[in-house]
């Protein structure tokens, strides 16, 4: 079993930044690929981001592209999501998940780990 554990959300302004990352205890995680996913009021969770076991392939909605960046420290079993220029619609909450193979993957249905999630506000 893993546990994941979510941090660095907060409320920020359009066009600001934050960095949110997911401590991984329980085994190494190296192994395995993972993602964040989010969540707004009503809606249902959607794929954020994703990277592989060793950080060399990564994966994003398009709606983030070129402004969040996936990374991941192996050595610290973190994984880490850099959000810059945030808009309105990036509010939501946010989820770190691990899922038991190495290649990474957008679906939801094949994480299977899920963290408590980090609320992130973006303000005008």
């Known amino acids: 079993q893993v546990q994941l554990v979510e941090s660095g959300g907060g409320l920020v302004q359009t066009g600001g930044s934050l960095r949110l990352s997911c401590a991984a205890f329980g085994r190494p995680f190296s192994n395995y690929a993972m993602g964040w996913f989010r969540q707004a009021p009503g809606k249902e969770r959607e794929f954020v981001a994703a990277?592989?076991?060793?950080?060399?392939?990564?994966y994003y909605v398009d709606s983030v592209k070129a402004r969040f960046t996936i990374f991941r420290d192996n050595a610290k079993n973190t994984v880490y999501l850099q959000m810059n220029s945030l808009k309105l619609e990036d509010t939501a909450v946010y989820y770190c998940?691990?899922?038991?193979?190495?290649?990474?993957?957008?679906?939801?249905?094949?994480?299977?780990?899920w963290g408590q999630g980090t609320q992130v506000t973006v303000s005008s």
């Open positions: 990277i592989n076991w060793n950080g060399t392939s990564t």
């Open positions: 998940a691990g899922r038991l193979v190495p290649r990474l993957s957008a679906r939801k249905e094949e994480y299977h780990w």
